[in-house]
């Protein structure tokens, strides 16, 4: 059975005649005579039987028209249904992104986005802010349309497009000795003068964390880590209070006052952020919108 047969059946009982009925339904006759009698065959009951020249419902056929009535009435409330979620889907987006961006580059980033155009303007826009792992999960999930995030490895369904570069940059107390150091040679400092200070760094589930540990696989120096801390400005509030030393990433809501960035040998890494989205899921308008825009005014490839 299916809906074509119900709804030629429904017509047919409406009009009482195969040829007006077809001829509402915009198919030959014969075909709606075909497609009646398949469903027949299949409810193993006549639905109709002739009465003069025109048709007339038999019992079955009045029990079962009751039945069609309903699907014909639960398909109409199930498609406005789904074009209301449609059309609210096509204005609302929401962005997951990570702390880093939060204080400067996403208001600023927003407030562009919803200027730029008056279809913009009426987007509902939500954001949240998340962890690199929780950011997965939300992709994964279907819980938020466009995330802004570090480098996510291991997920081939995500497309993830650079749009940020901070630099990672050490980071002492002021008037550390290393600063000290620095002052008097005017040299970068070479990584093993950090083996024998606290390093304050990422938690261990932000890619942060192991791109630092291999900073320093690389130069064959072993951190000392007291303290972990889940962004810049924890790991900067932390070493401003002389709980040690750090690499970050270089964001503007340091508290510059009270630490001093140092030249580091060797330290050419960067934190990049990425717009990040699944590769196959619709996109819908306002996603597509606010993708468009910030690989147009942001991108970096």
Not at 214 to 236: K, R, S, W
Request: hydrophobic share 40%; aromatic share 8%; charged share 20%.
């Amino acid at each position: 059975m299916t809906l074509n047969q119900i709804l030629y059946f429904s017509k047919t009982a409406e009009y009482m005649n195969m040829a007006r009925a077809a001829k509402a339904l915009m198919i030959a006759q014969p075909s709606l005579s075909m497609s009646l009698s398949k469903l027949e065959d299949e409810l193993g009951v006549a639905l109709f039987e002739k009465k003069g020249r025109g048709i007339t419902l038999t019992a079955e056929g009045h029990c079962f028209l009751q039945h069609a009535h309903r699907i014909i009435s639960d398909v109409d409330a199930a498609t406005q249904e789904m074009k209301r979620l449609k059309n609210e889907a096509e204005s609302s987006l929401t962005i997951a992104y990570i702390n880093p961006i939060a204080e400067h580059f996403l208001p600023n980033l927003f407030r562009r986005f919803l200027a730029s155009s008056p279809e913009a303007e009426k987007i509902r826009l939500k954001s949240i802010e998340m962890d690199t792992g929780d950011i997965v999960d939300a992709l994964t999930n279907n819980t938020v349309d466009l995330t802004l995030s570090s480098k996510i490895t291991g997920h081939e369904e995500l497309t993830q497009i650079p749009i940020l570069r901070q630099p990672l940059v050490l980071i002492v107390p002021k008037g550390h000795r290393l600063e000290q150091e620095y002052q008097s040679t005017g040299a970068p400092l070479k990584c093993s003068q950090l083996a024998q200070e606290s390093l304050v760094t990422y938690f261990t589930r932000s890619p942060m964390h192991k791109q630092i540990l291999d900073y320093f696989a690389e130069q064959e120096v072993t951190p000392n880590v007291c303290h972990y801390a889940y962004n810049e400005l924890a790991i900067a509030n932390l070493v401003a209070e002389n709980m040690g030393v750090a690499i970050v990433a270089k964001v503007d809501n340091l508290p510059w006052e009270r630490v001093t960035e140092i030249p580091l040998e060797g330290l050419a890494r960067s934190r990049n952020i990425y717009l990040t989205y699944r590769t196959n899921r619709k996109m819908f308008s306002a996603a597509r919108q606010m993708a468009g825009f910030i690989r147009q005014h942001y991108g970096l490839e």
